[in-house]
């Protein structure tokens, strides 16, 4: 589980409810599709790509 969004449903003119329980929170699951060490490869590519087409490494950030 990644975080609870508290009160999520508040906006619901009538409470809801989900086999016989209140819904008030949403909790929200995270799943990386992409392992992290594979996506910090591509970064490290893709910052060598920058830099070697003129962009600045932190285009990002300015």
Known sequence: M???RQ???WYL???????SIQI???LVFRF??????TRKNKLK???Q??????IPANWDTL
């Open 24 to 26: 008030q929170d949403l």
């Open 49 to 54: 790509i920058r830099g070697s087409a003129g």
């Open 13 to 19: 003119p009538e409470p809801s409810y989900e086999n």
């Open 32 to 37: 990386d599709l992409v392992p992290s060490s």
């Open 2 to 4: 990644d975080h609870v």
């Open 7 to 9: 009160d999520y449903f």
């Open 45 to 47: 590519e893709e910052k």
